[in-house]
């Protein structure tokens, strides 16, 4: 079924992700009294994301624990921008670089715990196959499908991840966030008001931790699950490339992929940008692309996509910072 839109919506609706970053930067140095994680400024982001394209964050800072970024945000002049960096998997940074402060949860942020009754606790910084995997020693179920999103858990909590037929809010039961003045809360996932790749998630928070709701399961049909998720991922998706994951939300009622691969795009290049021939949902870096040619590829799939088909896809791609 085509979805019918007026030909003037496709110059007015970007079709963007929500962006965690505003205009602006910083003018004058953060505070630094009394840190213990690591605080860089000018810092290059491209080595941090999947892409290995972009520019430079204004700053960029590692807390060594909890109280540390709580101490940071609290002393950051209000209406500094932050920037929560998880795997960078799921996002284009622009090569004009990103304003204000950049967070990356490092190793302190990693941890999972099991709760008891069938219920993980996991740190912002931990990544999808960690969960996973400890769900499956500890026998619980209905958490095998963050075996197929590459990020952590602070980025799937924010943009409710989902993968094989289930989504973090099906899962999650509360998040603990700190508050870009520091103020550290407690959500419950009916506060993140979840939507397809989406949630309420205030600007400029930082998941810390979450905690998720699973079942009882037997650890052997739990990592047999994982396996083909594995697998699955594996032959479909082109993983061994510079890629950012899937890159637009499926429209209700289609699959983004066969929308794009029906425009003629396979293959698709500009720049040293390129829709992959093995899953045109993807795009990919072929080794000397900058952000601009990634987004420009992608706003071209778009344009092609709706000209064909009448539908605006939307990125599900976070492209972040200065053009």
């Keep these: 079924m ?150 952590t858990v602070g980025g799937f909590v924010r943009m409710n991840g989902g993968a094989y037929g289930r989504e973090v809010s099906d899962a999650l039961i509360d998040c603990d966030v700190v508050m870009p003045d520091g103020e550290l809360i407690t959500l419950p996932a009916s506060d993140l008001q979840y939507t397809y790749r989406h949630s309420a998630l205030p600007e400029g928070a930082v998941v810390v931790t979450a905690r998720f709701q699973g079942s009882p399961g037997d650890p052997a049909e739990i990592g047999a699950e994982m396996d083909r998720i594995a697998d699955a991922r594996e032959q479909s998706q082109p993983l061994r490339t510079k890629t950012g994951g899937s890159t637009f939300k499926n429209p209700e009622g289609h699959k983004a992929w066969q929308l794009v691969d029906a425009a003629g795009c396979r293959g698709l290049k500009i720049g040293g940008a390129q829709v992959s021939e093995k899953h045109t949902n993807f795009l990919i870096n072929t080794g000397d692309a900058t952000s601009a040619d990634i987004e420009a590829l992608g706003e071209e799939v778009r344009r092609r996509v709706y000209e064909n088909s009448g539908i605006q896809l939307e990125w599900e791609i976070q492209r972040v910072g200065r053009p």
């Design 2 to 151: 085509t979805m019918n839109q007026p030909e003037s919506l496709w110059m007015t609706d970007s079709g963007s992700a929500p962006d965690c970053s505003v205009e602006g930067a910083v003018e004058a140095p953060v505070p630094i009294e009394g840190l213990r994680g690591k605080l860089t400024h000018d810092a290059p982001l491209a080595k941090l994301v999947w892409f290995k394209t972009g520019g430079h964050a204004d700053w960029l800072f590692e807390p060594a624990d909890l109280d540390d970024l709580r101490m940071f945000l609290e002393q950051l002049e209000e209406g500094t921008p932050v920037m929560a960096l998880g795997l960078g998997s799921n996002m284009i940074v622009r090569d004009g670089g990103v304003p204000g402060v950049v967070i990356r949860l490092g190793k302190a942020f990693a941890k999972v715990k099991d709760l008891g009754g069938h219920r993980l606790e996991c740190g912002g910084g931990a990544c999808g196959i960690l969960v996973s995997s400890t769900a499956r020693d500890a026998g619980i179920a209905g958490l095998e499908f963050l075996r197929g999103i590459p990020g």
